[in-house]
């Protein structure tokens, strides 16, 4: 897939990136490159790969048992808070 000199504006724009007119022609190139390598790969027959749980066959993931280590604090933590309101934090607004 090739990209145009347009396409790789729009996306900057969208990205909020400033690419200088001497820039734009190396950027062109190289996404053009990224996506025909890309295509590439989707290109390739994977139907009869059966899909791994691990990367190594015969291993498995490691799990720790789902317990809960330590005891509810929230009371103490709010009692350091400055403000606080129906349990939730109060913080002074910085976006105007």
Do not use: C
């Not at 347009?6 to 053009?32: H, K, N, W």
């Not at 720790?64 to 009692?79: A, I, M, N, S, Y």
């Amino acid at each position: 897939m090739s990209l145009t000199r347009t396409d790789v504006e729009g996306i900057a724009r969208l990205a909020r990136l400033e690419i200088t007119e001497q820039e734009l022609p190396v950027y062109v190139e190289s996404l053009s490159k990224i996506l025909s390598f890309v295509e590439q790969l989707n290109a390739a027959d994977v139907g009869s790969v059966e899909p791994m749980a691990h990367p190594l066959p015969g291993e498995v993931q490691r799990l720790r048992p789902d317990l809960v280590t330590e005891r509810d604090q929230h009371q103490k933590f709010q009692g350091n808070a400055p403000q606080v309101a129906a349990g939730l934090y109060i913080v002074p607004k910085v976006i105007e």
